[in-house]
C-alpha cells in the first residue's frame, strides 16, 4: 500500500509554545489529506480535511486559529498546533488519499505530542 | 451522535478460530466501508473494505458483510493467529473522503 510518513514521531513542548507536525506521501500524490486527533482508549477524531493549494475544512469544535493546517503540495501537508497548552497533549495522525483513484486513505505512524 | 458504532469493546478469541468484529452504522447515504487494525502508538492500517454495491468482500484471511438494511457490517478473520491482536476500527463514507471512524474494538488472540 501507499506509505504516507509523519515527522516528529512525538514531541515535548512547553506550555504556549508552537509545535509543528509534518506529514509526507512518499509514493503517491495525496489531494486530499486528513488530520485526526485520538485521545487515549477513543476513537479518532477527524480535525480538518485539506485539499492541496486551498483552505482547510475544519470538523465543529476545532478552533482553526489554533490547529494550523497547510498543505502546500500534493506530498506535504504541515499541522501547527499554535500556544500549545497541556489539554494539546494527544496523539495526532494524518492520512492521504487520492480521490481519482480510491476512497482509501494511508495513514502516518502519528506523531505523540506532550505539553508540559 | 455517533454514526458509526462498534457495541463491543473487546473481544477475545483462541488461535485458530474465527473472530468476528461487527460495525453498526446510522446513515443510509455511506456508500464505502473500510475496516482498519491498528497498533497502540502507531496510525491505522488499511485491512479491507466494501462498497454499498456488495454484500461481500474476500481477501485472504479476511472477509466484510454488508448488510444494507439492517445497516450493518461484520469483519470476519479465519483463522484467527496471535498477531491479528489489536484494535480494529470500521469506516464509512458518504461519497467523499472524509471517514466517519467507529469506537473501536480491541481483539485478543490467545493460544
Known amino acids: 500500500g501507499a506509505v504516507v510518513s509523519q515527522h516528529p514521531s512525538w514531541v515535548i513542548c512547553k506550555s504556549g509554545t508552537s509545535v509543528k507536525i509534518e506529514c509526507r506521501s512518499l509514493?503517491?500524490?495525496?489531494?486530499?489529506m486528513f488530520w485526526y486527533r485520538q485521545f487515549p482508549k477513543q476513537s479518532l477524531m477527524l480535525m480538518a480535511t485539506?485539499?492541496?493549494?486551498?483552505?482547510?475544512?475544519?470538523e465543529q469544535g476545532v478552533e482553526k486559529d489554533k490547529f494550523l493546517i497547510n498543505h502546500a503540495s500534493l506530498t506535504l501537508s504541515t499541522l501547527t498546533v499554535t500556544s500549545a497548552h497541556p489539554e494539546d497533549s494527544s496523539f495526532y495522525i494524518c492520512?492521504?488519499?487520492?480521490?481519482?483513484?480510491?476512497?482509501?486513505?494511508?495513514f502516518g505512524p502519528g506523531t505523540r505530542l506532550t505539553v508540559l | 451522535d455517533q454514526q458509526v458504532k462498534q457495541n463491543s469493546p473487546s473481544l477475545s478469541v483462541q488461535e485458530g478460530r474465527i473472530s468476528i468484529l461487527n460495525c453498526d452504522y446510522t446513515n443510509s447515504m455511506f456508500d464505502y466501508f473500510l475496516w482498519y487494525k491498528k497498533y497502540p502508538a502507531e496510525g491505522p492500517t488499511f485491512l479491507i473494505s466494501?462498497?454499498?454495491?456488495?454484500d461481500k468482500n474476500e481477501d485472504g484471511r479476511f472477509t466484510v458483510f454488508l448488510n444494507k438494511s439492517a445497516k450493518h457490517l461484520s469483519l470476519h478473520i479465519v483463522p484467527s493467529q496471535p498477531g491479528d491482536s489489536a484494535v480494529y476500527f470500521c469506516a464509512a463514507s458518504e461519497n467523499t473522503d472524509k471517514l466517519i471512524f467507529g469506537t473501536g474494538t480491541r481483539l485478543q488472540v490467545f493460544p
Open positions: 509514493d503517491f500524490q495525496a489531494t486530499t
Open positions: 466494501i462498497s454499498s454495491i456488495k
Open positions: 485539506s485539499n492541496e493549494g486551498s483552505k482547510a475544512t475544519y
Open positions: 492520512s492521504g488519499g487520492d480521490r481519482g483513484t480510491s476512497n482509501e486513505q494511508f
